[in-house]
């Protein structure tokens, strides 16, 4: 079956633009969540959405948000571009609940965000 | 807060046994996860352990345990120069819909040949 798959691979933004970027989850698996990845911080849990709902989040600024369709696909919104957002954007999908319980997540690629 | 600790770098001879190393401290954690990262992907789940288990075996990889001293590791048995990666180790507590998942910065393995 098809995995966790994540447009676009890499991206260039200079500062001060927006950015969409794109999580299909593997079918069946309903629970969405993101990771920012850089060398300095390592993993940073930024949200989860589940049932096109927002269930946790951590602790970034407004300037990052998400969103959930009904057909569990994600997408993740950064505004305001700075330099410090250039990162290894990973989404992980996982069965209802699952992601905690035991199952663990299955990550995409990733997408990599460079800021200019 | 909670907090997972790595080393961040550990270098082995290929066909020898790799030991990662990983402390915790939310003494509320249910399962622990190694997970594995190459070059330019995501993470894999390589293994898990349920809290109330000391040990874990699967193949060449062995997980060990210690609850009390929060301290988990890794044993890669026979490494081979595909196992240079990236190695996170992760915990997560909670319950469905409100579980907590925190990774460590990650051991970066380099077996050389």
């Known amino acids: 079956k098809a995995g966790v798959t994540q447009t676009p691979r890499y991206l260039i933004k200079t500062r001060g633009q927006q950015v969409t970027l794109s999580c299909s989850p593997i079918s069946g698996h309903r629970s969405v969540s993101w990771y920012q990845q850089t060398p300095g911080q390592g993993l940073q849990f930024l949200f989860e959405y589940f049932s096109e709902t927002q269930r946790n989040k951590g602790n970034f600024p407004g300037r990052f948000s998400g969103r959930q369709f009904s057909n569990s696909r994600s997408e993740m919104n950064v505004s305001t571009l700075e330099l410090g957002d250039s990162a290894l954007y990973l989404c992980?999908?996982?069965?209802?609940?699952?992601?905690?319980?035991?199952?663990?997540?299955?990550f995409g690629s990733g997408t990599r965000l460079t800021v200019v | 807060g909670e907090d997972v600790e790595q080393s961040l770098f550990l270098s082995v001879r290929e066909g020898d046994s790799s030991v990662i190393n990983c402390t915790y401290t939310d003494s509320s954690s249910t399962y622990l996860y190694w997970y594995k990262q190459e070059p330019g992907a995501g993470l894999q789940l390589l293994t898990y352990?349920?809290?109330?288990?000391d040990m874990k075996q699967d193949q060449r990889l062995t997980v060990l345990l210690n609850k009390k001293d929060k301290h988990l590791s890794l044993r890669i048995a026979d490494t081979q120069t595909g196992d240079s990666a990236i190695y996170f180790c992760?915990?997560?507590?909670?319950?469905?819909?409100?579980?907590?998942?925190?990774f460590g910065t990650g051991t970066r393995l380099k077996v050389l040949a």
């Open positions: 992760a915990e997560s507590s909670g319950s469905s819909g409100t579980y907590k998942y925190i």
């Open positions: 992980a999908s996982s069965l209802p609940g699952q992601g905690g319980l035991g199952a663990g997540y299955t």
């Open positions: 352990i349920f809290s109330n288990m």
